[in-house]
């Protein structure tokens, strides 16, 4: 009776284990997951792309980015969006170097860069669930991308 006790006692805890096991690993990927949602690197590169493209011809912005190089400053922020979603990618700018380019833009700046984020976004997704998460994981840094291009 023992024996039988200890073996069920064993396998429900190896049971436990294994499940929790299961559900940690859904946990680490879900930010891995929301970036090969949205596309892998193209949709991400055409995501950086469209919206700098955007927010360079935006009046708003013509300040901010006039003299910005799209070529080179598009694989930045391919790389800032990639490594927020979880793409594995090295971000070029640390959080206290966007937070400080943010606090420099003016709440119309901030204003147009959500704007176009928005519009760029939906370009690439028309997914609305997918559009809501990537919005609340990169929308709010955004401005600050842009500010640190500068």
Do not use: H, W
């Amino acid at each position: 009776m023992n024996r039988r006790t200890f073996t069920s006692l064993a396998s429900f805890a190896v049971l436990a284990i294994g499940l929790n096991g299961c559900s940690g690993m859904g946990s680490m990927g879900s930010a891995a997951s929301l970036y090969q949602q949205i596309g892998g690197t193209d949709a991400v590169s055409k995501l950086a792309g469209n919206m700098l493209t955007s927010s360079m011809k935006d009046p708003r912005l013509a300040g901010l980015l006039g003299k910005v190089n799209p070529s080179a400053a598009t694989p930045k922020v391919a790389d800032q969006m990639c490594a927020a979603l979880g793409g594995g990618c090295k971000a070029p700018f640390t959080d206290q170097q966007v937070a400080a380019a943010a606090d420099r833009l003016t709440p119309e700046q901030k204003t147009a860069v959500s704007e176009n984020f928005g519009s760029s976004l939906n370009s690439v997704t028309s997914n609305p669930a997918l559009r809501d998460a990537v919005t609340k994981s990169l929308g709010s840094k955004m401005g600050g991308v842009l500010g640190a291009l500068i």
